[in-house]
């Protein structure tokens, strides 16, 4: 093996074997770590001197420029609340407390703590200047400062200084440090002192080269770095222990152990260099730089100038350079470091050996194969990137001018490619490999076409016309090959028998790239992915995920799915898949893992093999456009911090509330803009919010990656906002709430407004109804004068027509009478005759009164005896009469009409009744009248009751005064014989106007 073959396969071995680890894991080779880059076109500061992060998980960094302020997806320049300033814009060393508080220092001098967003600075020492500060070590209730003038603590508001008369030298101070232990170290130049609490002295207890910085290791060990060495420090009287995690992060010079014991160091020659765990343990002190050795990998930052250097709470490791921030962070799938590794292609041998072959356009290749923790280069001259998985678990590798069978280190055979005619290029280039149980597949490019190995020989592509335009094969479990072809086909080769699908079948992907059959047959292509079931091909679809040209899928043992997209590796859930393939109508859905999980590149668009294979170990390998990467399900780190959401501000009306306190909102208010953020370091692309304003939503409201809310057409209340994040693994962090604020009601929206509105309304009905009132008044008047001088006419003519006419009948009938005998039958006739037309002449006089004067009528049931007296000729009927209840006056018009319809009832009896007796009835004893007139005569047919004789008005007349009156009419047979006329009149029945006028007639 070479020399670059035995140093990548080291490099790998490393990469794959060990257990899981919780930052970067220490199996990754260096170069394998994805790194971000923030530049000034990111926003990102310069030069930064110090980093810290708060338990928030908000990172600061202290540059030359300001102080800058970062939540993962945004650099902000922080800017002081009004009133409030920073001491200047140079910043020194920050140091984050557990207590909330950032401690800030500047290049020319002077402390400031910001807390809550409030600045407050730390008074100096008259005549004795702090300096520039480089180290800040919190102590309880107390601060470590190292600075330029020396060794200092802040106390109970005031600073203490420590120096020769407390042990530590006057002079520079370099660094102080807080261990685990509650030990404080303080260094310079030349020693690392320790504070004795009880003498409150620093002695000096290791001797340095240069100037040092003190670092804590996880396994709770305390290291000083001096540039040269790294050294042990004395250990506490009870030993080494872990630490418990801290909330807060803080930035180191150029040195530091992150949380899985890697040793990092930021000034070797290669710019970032890193010690293995396992090249610590057991030794108390080791170079500081030491690029030979093969345990300190080159890094691949690009400035050699490291500021600052810090491992964030999600285990991401950060470092500060002159061209602005870099980041190293773990990926789910950790690719391969491999030269000119485009375009690879995966296979996997009986033994479980990865064969990886890379070339570009199928010119120029490499082979690899990884077994176990070896992967080496192998030695071919081979120049094709195709490589395939034969059918007695060899690898097939097809080259310039044979076809390689391997196994392990062998070349088990060679197969001679098919012969080329004199027209061929003198290069083909291999577009198909597969072998299936009669044979071996090949497709030439250059326009030879498809050829197959089968007892020795190679058939041309004329022995099988139907496999023309074919760009993919799949051999299955079963040793037959499944195409696709470029016109919207599927060819399955079973021997010398062969099956097409088409557009009949339900394909409709355009050239249909990819095919497998390892369980459901799938197919993939331009136009999407489509399952077979049934005999018909079904197209399948993704929630979020283009399925177009698919180029690998695994189906693993727990029966997830993995597939190979042109936007990344697309996860899918064994429920899922089930739930898809029983409902067409269910789209799949799952996890996406493209570029920023550790994708390499983008998916092919259509490859000549698959892109995704699992190995026996359970390993999944993945090929994209830019290399290969592995996921190791036993190595997966998900990232378990929970990102903790913030309102940054409201902005209603163009007025910005920091933190959302904005109180009481003037009147008007009604459209409001939120702000929020969650820090999170690892995939801040990925954190996903949700939402919701109290007093608007009922539920939750889904943002997505957005990071602000509005809202709009908001009414005057109470309100107040929530937000929630969730990191990229789903871990949703505590909901961020405003206080509560209120929107002031305009005068329009006020109470009281609603009050006028309501009187003015009511005032505005009243008028209405007295217009409306007077309005009725006067038409009514009107009308009334027009039925008085109606009336008047009336009266008039009666008096002037009938009552005279009546009047000269009398005369001339007294004149006949007395020229009769006294006492004669006729005279007595006669004058029985004059005493009816007296009375009648009496009762016209009072009608005619009546009318002139509206007033003067007799009651109803006086009126009614002295009408019924009229009718009655003779005393062979006998008339009851029967008043109860107390009566009531009626107004005139109403009276009339029941006077009239009573009547009519009981002369329709004395006529056509034959009856012995009638019995007239007024009952004034409930809310209205009710008159009842019955005999006891002959009774009436039932077709007469309910239309009357025809020709005759009597009934009809009867019903309709009725209706006028608002009454309701009743007749019907008695059961012992005879008529009932039943007429109701209720006590609000009378119409309107004539209640109207009753009401308005004089007492």
């Known amino acids: 093996m070479t020399l670059p073959s035995r140093s990548l396969a080291?490099?790998?071995?490393?990469?794959?074997?060990?257990?899981?680890?919780?930052?970067?894991?220490?199996?990754?080779?260096?170069?394998?770590?994805?790194?971000?880059?923030f530049g000034v076109r990111a926003g990102a500061p310069r030069h930064a001197m110090s980093i810290a992060q708060q338990a928030d998980g908000w990172m600061w960094f202290g540059t030359p420029s300001g102080l800058y302020r970062y939540d993962g997806m945004k650099f902000e320049l922080f800017r002081p609340r009004p009133g409030e300033r920073l001491l200047g814009q140079y910043i020194g060393a920050l140091r984050a407390h557990p207590n909330g508080e950032l401690w800030i220092s500047y290049l020319y001098g002077g402390v400031s703590v910001l807390r809550d967003g409030h600045l407050r600075h730390l008074a100096g020492v008259p005549g004795k200047p702090i300096g520039s500060v480089s180290a800040f070590a919190?102590?309880?209730?107390?601060?470590?400062?190292?600075?330029?003038?020396?060794?200092?603590?802040?106390r109970a508001?005031?600073?203490?200084?420590?120096?020769?008369?407390?042990?530590?030298?006057?002079?520079?101070?370099?660094?102080?440090?807080?261990?685990?232990?509650?030990?404080?170290?303080?260094?310079?130049?030349?020693?690392?002192?320790?504070?004795?609490?009880?003498?409150?002295?620093?002695?000096?207890?290791?001797?340095?080269?240069?100037?040092?910085?003190?670092?804590?290791?996880?396994?709770?060990?305390?290291?000083?770095?001096?540039?040269?060495?790294?050294?042990?420090?004395?250990?506490?009287?009870?030993?080494?222990?872990?630490?418990?995690?801290?909330?807060?992060?803080?930035?180191?010079?150029?040195?530091?152990?992150?949380?899985?014991?890697n040793y990092w160091t930021g000034g070797c020659p290669k710019a970032l260099c890193m010690r293995r765990p396992a090249r610590i343990a057991g030794r108390d002190v080791f170079p500081d730089l030491d690029s030979g050795r093969p345990d300190v990998r080159d890094g691949k930052i690009g400035s050699a100038s490291i500021n600052a250097m810090m491992e964030d709470r999600e285990g991401n490791l950060w470092t500060s350079t002159a061209a602005g921030l870099e980041r190293?962070?773990?990926?789910?799938?950790?690719?391969?470091?491999?030269?000119?590794?485009?375009?690879?292609?995966?296979?996997?041998?009986?033994?479980?050996?990865?064969?990886?072959?890379?070339?570009?356009?199928?010119?120029?290749?490499?082979?690899?194969?990884?077994?176990?923790?070896?992967?080496?280069?192998?030695?071919?001259?081979?120049?094709?990137?195709?490589?395939?998985?034969?059918?007695?678990?060899?690898?097939?590798?097809?080259?310039?001018?044979?076809?390689?069978?391997?196994?392990?280190?062998?070349?088990?055979?060679?197969?001679?490619?098919?012969?080329?005619?004199?027209?061929?290029?003198?290069?083909?280039?291999?577009?198909?490999?597969?072998?299936?149980?009669?044979?071996?597949?090949?497709?030439?490019?250059n326009g030879r076409g498809l050829f197959r190995l089968r007892g020795g020989a190679w058939e041309p592509p004329s022995a099988h016309p139907w496999l023309a335009g074919v760009i993919y094969a799949f051999v299955d479990g079963a040793g037959r090959t499944w195409f696709g072809t470029r016109n919207n086909g599927v060819v399955l080769v079973d021997g010398d028998r062969h099956t097409e699908y088409g557009p009949g079948d339900g394909i409709a992907l355009g050239a249909v790239t990819f095919v497998d059959a390892?369980?459901?047959?799938?197919?993939?292509?331009?136009?999407?992915m489509a399952v077979l079931q049934h005999g018909r091909f079904r197209p399948l679809r993704a929630e979020g995920v283009d399925l177009a040209n698919?180029?690998?899928?695994?189906?693993?043992?727990?029966?997830?799915?993995?597939?190979?997209?042109?936007?990344?590796?697309?996860?899918?859930?064994?429920?899922?898949?089930?739930?898809?393939?029983?409902?067409?109508?269910?789209?799949?859905?799952?996890?996406?893992?493209?570029?920023?999980?550790?994708?390499?590149?983008?998916?092919?668009?259509?490859?000549?093999?698959?892109?995704?294979?699992?190995?026996?170990?359970?390993?999944?390998?993945?090929?994209?456009?830019?290399?290969?990467?592995?996921?190791?399900?036993?190595?997966?780190r998900r990232n378990t911090t929970a990102p903790q959401a913030r309102v940054?501000?409201?902005?209603?009306?163009?007025?910005?509330?920091?933190?959302?306190?904005?109180?009481?909102?003037?009147?008007?208010t009604t459209r409001l803009r939120f702000d929020f953020a969650a820090p999170s370091m690892t995939m801040p692309e990925r954190v996903r919010f949700r939402y919701r304003l109290d007093g608007v939503d009922a539920a939750w409201q889904e943002a997505g990656g957005q990071r602000s809310a509005y809202y709009t057409n908001l009414g005057p209340g109470t309100y107040r906002f929530e937000v929630q994040a969730t990191n990229e693994d789903g871990v949703a962090g505590p909901a961020a709430t405003t206080p509560p604020f209120r929107i002031a009601p305009t005068f329009v929206q006020t109470r009281w407004f609603l009050v006028l509105c309501v009187l003015l309304a009511g005032a505005a009905a009243w008028l209405l109804y007295a217009l409306r009132l007077a309005q009725l008044k006067r038409t009514w008047q009107a009308r009334t004068e027009e039925r008085i001088a109606e009336r008047e006419r009336i009266a008039r003519t009666l008096h002037d027509t009938f009552l005279q006419g009546l009047h000269a009948l009398i005369l001339r009938l007294d004149a006949f009478a007395a020229r009769l005998l006294p006492g004669s039958g006729e005279r007595t006739q006669i004058e029985d005759l004059l005493d009816v037309a007296r009375k009648v002449t009496e009762e016209g006089r009072s009608q005619v009164l009546g009318l002139r004067s509206g007033t003067g009528a007799p009651d109803l049931a006086s009126a009614l005896a002295a009408s019924v007296a009229l009718l009655r000729t003779g005393d062979d009927v006998d008339v009851a009469w029967r008043e109860t209840g107390q009566p009531r006056t009626l107004d005139p018009d109403t009276q009339a009409e029941v006077h009239r319809i009573a009547c009519e009832a009981v002369a329709n009896a004395l006529r056509h009744a034959r009856a012995r007796r009638i019995e007239v009835t007024l009952d004034w004893s409930g809310p209205g009248l009710v008159v009842r007139v019955a005999d006891d005569g002959v009774g009436m047919a039932e077709e007469l009751i309910a239309s009357g004789l025809p020709g005759h008005w009597g009934l009809a007349g009867m019903r309709e005064r009725a209706a006028a009156i608002g009454a309701t009419l009743a007749l019907h047979n008695r059961p012992g014989g005879g008529v009932e006329v039943v007429l109701a009149l209720g006590g609000d029945a009378a119409p309107a106007p004539r209640r109207m006028l009753a009401a308005q007639a004089p007492n």
């Open 518 to 528: 390892q369980a459901d047959p799938v197919i993939s292509g331009e136009g999407g």
């Open 550 to 636: 698919v180029s690998g899928l695994v189906a693993t043992p727990d029966g997830n799915r993995w597939l190979g997209t042109a936007r990344g590796l697309f996860r899918v859930p064994a429920a899922a898949w089930r739930r898809s393939m029983a409902d067409r109508g269910q789209p799949l859905r799952g996890e996406l893992w493209d570029e920023l999980h550790g994708f390499p590149g983008s998916g092919y668009g259509s490859s000549p093999s698959p892109t995704l294979r699992l190995a026996p170990d359970g390993r999944l390998w993945v090929a994209g456009l830019d290399g290969v990467a592995v996921y190791d399900r036993t190595r997966l």
């Open 328 to 445: 190293l962070r773990d990926t789910r799938l950790v690719p391969l470091v491999l030269p000119d590794s485009n375009w690879p292609g995966l296979a996997l041998d009986r033994t479980g050996a990865v064969w990886i072959a890379t070339s570009d356009a199928g010119l120029h290749g490499r082979l690899w194969r990884a077994q176990g923790d070896d992967v080496a280069a192998q030695r071919s001259d081979q120049r094709s990137g195709i490589v395939a998985m034969g059918r007695d678990g060899t690898v097939l590798v097809a080259g310039r001018n044979t076809i390689e069978r391997r196994l392990g280190d062998r070349i088990v055979a060679r197969h001679a490619m098919p012969p080329r005619g004199r027209r061929a290029v003198a290069r083909d280039a291999v577009l198909l490999l597969a072998e299936d149980r009669e044979g071996i597949w090949l497709y030439l490019g």
């Open 138 to 154: 919190p102590d309880g209730a107390d601060t470590w400062v190292a600075s330029t003038t020396g060794l200092w603590r802040y």
């Open 157 to 261: 508001g005031g600073w203490e200084r420590f120096g020769a008369d407390r042990g530590f030298p006057d002079g520079w101070c370099g660094d102080v440090h807080r261990d685990p232990y509650g030990r404080v170290w303080a260094a310079d130049d030349r020693h690392v002192y320790l504070l004795d609490r009880g003498a409150g002295r620093f002695a000096p207890v290791v001797e340095l080269a240069a100037g040092a910085t003190i670092v804590d290791a996880p396994d709770g060990r305390v290291w000083v770095a001096d540039g040269v060495t790294v050294r042990l420090l004395p250990a506490p009287p009870g030993g080494w222990r872990a630490p418990p995690p801290s909330p807060v992060r803080n930035s180191t010079m150029v040195t530091l152990f992150d949380r899985d014991g």
């Open 10 to 37: 080291l490099a790998l071995a490393v990469f794959l074997h060990g257990a899981p680890a919780h930052a970067l894991d220490p199996r990754t080779p260096l170069a394998s770590y994805r790194l971000d880059t």
């Open 648 to 668: 940054q501000a409201l902005v209603a009306n163009e007025q910005r509330y920091e933190g959302g306190a904005a109180g009481t909102l003037r009147a008007g």
